[in-house]
């Protein structure tokens, strides 16, 4: 029950924060994208680097890793490490990144305990480290729009199985906007206005107009 007296103008301790969070880009690489087959390849993109930019106008801390990059998969798409090019990237053998140690110790090094995982494929390289990582007292938040799955049934069946595991799913854009959360930020405005409007769609058209009829410090 709510007591009116305890009730403040205060956030959720739930909520993400540029300094309580770390996000993990978990292969997005040419192979597993030839892969994903559960929605709009271009879309998954878009949403991912919306993501990634998300993450560096607000200094949150990144971790990327591919899979048999040299071997398999490729590279890291160019896109994103376009958006983080001095960022070592962590290629792996195992399909669930949690079991490896170079990995684990990336995301240790950051000392934040809530993890973003955006990734190819959700069924396997996103499903498994969430919930690996929720079984060592990780709070875990999956970015659905920036991951994929072989088939709509593969995403959707893996988003279920972390909900019911405690994995909360989240959009980019919901992030981005979670970290602004005031308006009256004005240290990272421009930037998240920037992100939204080159990867928000009609969203950011919607402020490029706002910005041109109303003025420049129209705001979302």
Not at 16 to 31: E, K, R
Not at 106 to 126: D, Y
Request: net charge negative.
């Amino acid at each position: 029950m709510v007591n009116i007296s305890d009730v403040t103008a205060a956030p959720s301790p739930d909520l993400l924060t540029p300094d309580n969070c770390a996000v993990l880009f978990v292969d997005h690489q040419p192979q597993m994208f030839f892969g994903t087959g559960s929605g709009d390849r271009t879309a998954i993109i878009n949403s991912t680097i919306g993501l990634a930019k998300a993450a560096k106008a607000f200094d949150v801390p990144v971790v990327l890793s591919t899979v048999a990059a040299e071997s398999f998969s490729g590279p890291i798409m160019p896109q994103l490490a376009g958006v983080f090019p001095d960022h070592k990237i962590i290629d792996r053998t195992t399909m669930n990144a949690w079991e490896d140690v170079n990995f684990v110790e990336a995301v240790k090094a950051t000392g934040r305990k809530k993890l973003v995982i955006a990734g190819l494929w959700t069924e396997v390289c996103v499903v498994l480290p969430a919930l690996s990582a929720l079984a060592q007292g990780y709070e875990v938040y999956v970015v659905t729009d920036a991951s994929g799955g072989v088939s709509p049934q593969a995403h959707e069946h893996a988003i279920q199985r972390m909900v019911q595991g405690g994995v909360v799913p989240v959009t980019w854009v919901q992030v981005l906007l979670e970290l602004q959360r005031d308006w009256a930020r004005t240290k990272t405005y421009a930037a998240v206005g920037d992100v939204v409007k080159e990867h928000g769609g009609a969203y950011g058209l919607g402020m490029v107009y706002a910005q041109a009829v109303i003025g420049a410090h129209a705001v979302g």
